[in-house]
């Protein structure tokens, strides 16, 4: 089966602080998808990152970063210098690489930055 | 390019009623996918579509949800009769793969908060 958990429901710091939002997830696929959804106010889901289970390199973009690491099945997403507009709802997600696309999303962590 | 359009956005209704949901995916996109968002929870697949065929439909409860695409464009949810239960946000996302392979995104819509009484 599929799972992923997100031990943090909710985080609050103070702007310009560096946040880091942690995922575990578990499968017995060899194959699959890791992914980091952003969930403003607004309700929609903004897609921020799709990482396949052979490519373990990090990856930054901009003030985002992600470390995913098989050896501990995690997939943590660090903010740095948070920003008010950072303030959000964040999924992580995963998908088997053997369906068309089904995602097991986890509960999800609820980021507060303060001004 | 135009995103997924969900409508209505708000509903409000009580329970034993029936209520649909509608939603028109990105153009071309071939699969689409309805989730069932409860509050403090992360979304959760009821139902999957490629083209006019559905694909996964294993958590849907098909007592009283019931889901179409007729002509692998626009779809409707439909819940029939309602439960206090089912309150939760209903998100409609939709992909643009036809066939097993690399994964292509799936792009969301601002989905319909239903609130039952």
């Known amino acids: 089966a599929q799972k992923v958990t997100q031990a943090q429901t909710e985080i609050s710091v103070v702007e310009k602080e560096d946040v880091t939002l942690d995922c575990v997830y578990e499968?017995?696929?060899?194959?699959?998808?890791l992914f980091w959804y952003k969930q403003p106010p607004s309700g929609e889901l903004v897609f921020l990152i799709r990482?396949?289970?052979?490519?373990?390199q990090n990856e930054i973009s901009g003030r985002y970063s992600w470390n995913f690491q098989k050896s501990t099945s995690s997939f943590n997403f660090t903010i740095t210098a948070s920003q008010v507009v950072d303030s959000a709802v964040y999924f992580c997600a995963l998908t088997r690489g053997s369906t068309l696309g089904r995602l097991y999303f986890g509960r999800g962590t609820q980021l507060t930055v303060w001004p | 390019e135009a995103g997924v359009a969900q409508s209505p956005r708000y509903k409000i209704i009580e329970k034993r009623q029936s209520v649909a949901f509608w939603c028109n995916p990105i153009s071309g996109h071939a699969t689409l996918y309805w989730y069932q968002q409860i509050l403090g929870q992360g979304p959760k697949l009821l139902i999957q579509?490629?083209?006019?065929?559905?694909?996964?439909d294993s958590q849907l409860p098909k007592d009283r949800f019931s889901a179409e695409r007729l002509k692998g464009v626009d779809s409707t949810l439909k819940i029939q009769p309602a439960k206090l239960e089912d309150s939760a946000v209903y998100l409609c996302a939709s992909s643009p793969q036809e066939t097993r392979g690399p994964y292509n995104e799936q792009f969301f819509g601002p989905g319909t908060r239903l609130t039952v009484l």
């Open positions: 579509f490629q083209n006019n065929g559905v694909v996964d």
């Open positions: 990482r396949n289970s052979f490519d373990e």
């Open positions: 499968t017995r696929d060899t194959t699959y998808y």
